[in-house]
C-alpha cells in the first residue's frame, strides 16, 4: 500500500505491482474511496517500463508523462487517473477500466484495448498507430484529434487499401492491382 506516495520521476522498471492497490488517505487519516480505491499518488515522469499492474486498483493517481512502454494492466481500474503525455507503447489494457481517465496527447502505439472500458477517456490527440481496439466500450470517450487504427481485414489489409487496389486493377483494365470481390 502507498499512502500518498510520490513516485515523481522513479524508475519502477520490470516491477510487479499484480493486484497491488495504490491507496490514499484523506485529511482524517481514512481510506478515500471512489468505486474502488482513490489514489492520488503521483508518480508522473516515472520510468515504469514493463510493470505489471494486471489487476491492480491505480485510481485518480497522476501519471502524466510516465513512461509505460509495455506494461501490463489486465483487468486493472485506472479510474480518474491521469496519463496525459504518457508513452504507453505496447501496453496491454485487457479488460481494464479506463472511466474518465486522461490518456490526452499520449502515444499508444501498438497497445491492446481489448475488452475495455473507456467510458469518458480523454483521447485527444492521442497516437493508436497500429494498436487493437476491439471490443471495447467508447461510451463518451473523446477521440478528437487522435490518431486512430484503420480497420483491416483478417488478412491484416485496410479496406482503404483493398478499394486502391481494385481501382488500380479498373484503370489499368486489370493488368495491376486486383478486383475487389464482394
Not at 487519516?29 to 517500463?49: P, Q, V
Request: proline share 1%; aromatic share 4%; with cysteine.
Amino acid at each position: 500500500i502507498f499512502a500518498r506516495a510520490d513516485f515523481e520521476g522513479s524508475n519502477l522498471e520490470g516491477a510487479d505491482i499484480r493486484d497491488g492497490m495504490i491507496m490514499a488517505r484523506d485529511g482524517g487519516g481514512n481510506l478515500a474511496y471512489f468505486n474502488g480505491i482513490d489514489a492520488s499518488a503521483d508518480m508522473s515522469g516515472a520510468t515504469l517500463r514493463e510493470v505489471n499492474f494486471e489487476g491492480a486498483l491505480v485510481v485518480r493517481a497522476q501519471l502524466n508523462g510516465t513512461d509505460l512502454t509495455d506494461a501490463n494492466f489486465t483487468n486493472a481500474k485506472l479510474r480518474k487517473t491521469q496519463l496525459c503525455d504518457s508513452n504507453l507503447s505496447g501496453v496491454i489494457f485487457t479488460g481494464c477500466d479506463l472511466t474518465d481517465a486522461d490518456l490526452s496527447g499520449c502515444c499508444l502505439r501498438g497497445a491492446t484495448l481489448v475488452g475495455g472500458v473507456l467510458d469518458g477517456t480523454n483521447l485527444q490527440g492521442a497516437d493508436l498507430t497500429a494498436s487493437q481496439v476491439t471490443r471495447s466500450e467508447l461510451t463518451h470517450a473523446d477521440v478528437t484529434g487522435a490518431i486512430i487504427p484503420q480497420k483491416r481485414t483478417t488478412d491484416g489489409e485496410t479496406i482503404e487499401d483493398m478499394i486502391q487496389d481494385h481501382g488500380l486493377w479498373v484503370a489499368s483494365l486489370g493488368q495491376h492491382g486486383r478486383q475487389l470481390n464482394a
